[in-house]
């Protein structure tokens, strides 16, 4: 779904509409600090300051019969690819992802958007072939070096790890802001910073969004619009262990999502101005703000079941990871749920 208001990924706003996040810091400079640390800041980075390519001065791969290399030259980031008679080289134009897990790199062939054959991945240290590439050897040099994005598949993506790549509903990535900033879910500013400075707080509240005004159901199909939802998922046909990293879709598979449930959505758990809690315990008041300890009564708030195995770390039984091979990573399975033994994954 999409409210009638700003949404993530809309792109129907103007350039002049976007102040950026260095203007928003100025008010906000708590939420500006701790957001910088966060993987959404640092969604999308130019190759020359990557902190995976700055680490990494040579990368290499060999897919019989082509051989890869990610190589800096002079101010550009060269990738090419060759068949030992010859070779097809192009400047990364940006890099896509931190690197908690990867990063992959788009440049530009023959007037097109590509997306890089090749990934860097965390946990191997290297570069493999980027997930959802086909694996069967490339039929010549064009598609050994990457896959063509559709001029939509290039908005989307770009839409989800820039800001205002698109408006006026333009695709204009010449123009972006790197990262997912402020202005990507609170919508652009200029309105909302004009108003405040007359002092006209109530019209610069009206003219801004704040996501947690949003019902459970909006909510999470908010943060979906790059997350994916379930209606995303299904109509792709995203099948078995690739969909678990769309938390959205596999939150709303939870048999305690419902109908929707405040206390059930992205930002219950998760901050977005803040880096992602690495320790589970932190994450068991939210659990506990619906399931009651054992031996203790059920009221309004707390009907969820108490947990006869104890109330600490209850997502490392409850919400267990799941490894992805082509990503050669884990992910956290939001799909909430009684984890046995032997059991098949939960598509």
């Known amino acids: 779904m999409q409210s009638g208001g700003w949404w993530p990924t809309k792109g129907g706003a103007a350039r002049e509409e976007f102040v950026g996040p260095a203007e928003c810091a100025k008010c906000h400079s708590t939420e500006a600090a701790s957001w910088a640390k966060t993987p959404m800041a640092h969604a999308s980075a130019q190759p020359e300051v990557s902190e995976i390519l700055d680490g990494y001065e040579d990368l290499t791969f060999r897919a019989a019969p082509f051989s890869y290399e990610i190589k800096r030259m002079g101010q550009k980031t060269v990738y090419s690819v060759t068949d030992a008679k010859n070779t097809i080289s192009q400047p990364l134009l940006w890099a896509f992802g931190l690197g908690h897990k990867g990063q992959t790199y788009i440049y530009e062939h023959n007037g097109s958007y590509y997306e890089s054959r090749l990934s860097f991945y965390k946990t191997l240290r290297r570069l493999d072939i980027t997930t959802g590439h086909r694996p069967e050897t490339p039929v010549d040099l064009d598609s050994a070096l990457g896959r063509r994005l559709a001029a939509a598949e290039s908005e989307r993506c770009f839409g989800c790890h820039t800001t205002a ?130 031996g203790t009564k059920v009221t309004r708030e707390k009907s969820g079941k108490a947990c006869p195995v104890g109330a600490k770390n209850c997502v490392t039984c409850h919400m267990p990871k799941v490894e992805m091979a082509s990503v050669h990573a884990f992910f956290t399975d939001h799909h909430i749920r009684i984890v046995r033994p032997g059991d098949p994954y939960p598509d």
């Not at 299904?234 to 879709?249: C, K, L, M, S, T």
């Not at 320790?279 to 008041?285: H, I, K, N, S, V």
């Open 165 to 294: 790549s698109t408006v006026n509903s333009h695709f204009d990535p010449d123009r972006l802001t790197l990262g997912v900033t402020c202005e990507a879910c609170h919508g652009p500013g200029a309105k909302h910073l004009k108003a405040m400075k007359a002092g006209k707080i109530e019209d610069g509240r009206r003219s801004i969004l704040n996501p947690r005004g949003l019902d459970a159901l909006a909510s999470v199909d908010f943060c979906g619009a790059c997350h994916r939802t379930w209606g995303d998922v299904i109509q792709a046909g995203i099948a078995g262990v690739a969909n678990v990293r769309f938390q959205p879709y596999r939150l709303e598979n939870s048999r305690c999502w419902g109908a929707g449930d405040a206390r059930l959505t992205c930002i219950a758990c998760h901050n977005p101005h803040e880096p992602l809690a690495g320790d589970t315990t932190a994450y068991d008041r939210n659990c506990l703000a619906c399931h009651r300890i054992a």
